[in-house]
């Protein structure tokens, strides 16, 4: 008799739902947003000057001068490496020149130095510059308040 119901009878459709795949397209939109999230962040991280602010001590090799990038306020940009005279530059050209000092000495420290009366928006652009040059930090210079 149990022949004849085996191949008679029919089997009861299963009532519980297959969550394997579930977890796995879950799992898959986890790890695509955790890599996506952090190219979305559009913004400049800076590391902005105290009141009373400290000399900066140099953490490459030995003898490795700082690039300074100086922005007057008449809206020239001057560009000072390895302690040589300021070179008048153009501000499309201070992406390329930081790259190219940058593969030779990549520790190289990079400052801004802007006068006072510079509108806040041409710092942030110089500052994006930079950042898409590769630079990891930005230095502000700052003069000490007696002076």
């Known amino acids: 008799m149990s022949k004849f ?3 008679n009878g029919r089997r009861k459709p299963m009532a519980e739902i297959n969550v394997v795949p579930y977890i796995d397209v879950t799992l898959v939109l986890l790890i695509i947003f955790m890599i ?3 190219m979305l962040q559009t913004g400049v991280d800076v590391d902005l000057p105290e009141a009373e602010s400290k000399v900066v001590e ?10 300074i990038v100086s922005i007057k306020e008449t809206g020239q940009y001057y560009l ?3 302690y040589q005279d300021d ?7 201070i992406t390329s020149r930081v790259i190219a000092i940058l593969t030779n000495k990549p520790k190289t420290q990079v400052l801004i130095g802007a006068d ?3 509108d806040y928006g041409t ?3 110089v500052m994006a510059a930079l950042k898409n040059a590769g630079v990891p930090t930005v ?3 700052t003069k000490p308040e007696d002076q």
């Open 5 to 7: 119901s085996r191949k």
């Open 36 to 38: 996506t999230t952090p």
């Open 58 to 67: 140099s953490e490459g090799e030995g003898d490795n001068p700082p690039i």
């Open 80 to 82: 000072k490496v390895d």
């Open 87 to 93: 070179e008048a530059i153009q501000p499309e050209e």
């Open 116 to 118: 006072k009366g510079v």
């Open 123 to 125: 710092v942030v652009t």
């Open 139 to 141: 230095g502000l210079m």
